[in-house]
């Protein structure tokens, strides 16, 4: 059974800082390109960030040079790491897991970013 496992979201002044983490388990990780989502309410899901399974990342223009992406195979886990955080960052998280055949989903979990 596949599981991603998203953690440390919340709220946050802006300006502020949050690292998500991601923990999966039930696949071979180090096969699985890794992303993370976000979805504002009353918007379409967007791919926030992408590392491929060589650690080569793309970021979506609104967060590059914020957020940053990594992974630590060893640990089967995904990092977003959020600096500088806006309200319009405000959304409901989600990690993936992405190979030639197959996309799995964590449930998601809710950045606020509010003064």
């Known amino acids: 059974q596949v599981q991603l496992v998203e953690s440390g979201g919340g709220l946050v002044q802006p300006g502020g800082s949050l690292r998500l983490s991601c923990a999966a388990s039930g696949i071979s990780f180090g096969n699985y390109a890794m992303g993370w989502y976000r979805q504002a309410p009353g918007k379409q899901r967007e791919l926030v960030a992408l590392i491929t399974q060589a650690a080569i990342t793309n970021y979506v223009d609104s967060v590059k040079g914020r957020f940053t992406i990594s992974r630590d195979n060893a640990k089967n886990t995904v990092y977003l790491q959020m600096n500088t955080l806006k309200p319009e960052d405000t959304a409901v998280y989600y990690c993936?897991?992405?190979?030639?055949?197959?996309?799995?989903w964590g449930q998601g979990t809710q950045v606020t970013v509010s003064s």
């Open positions: 993936t897991a992405a190979s030639f055949k197959d996309l799995f």
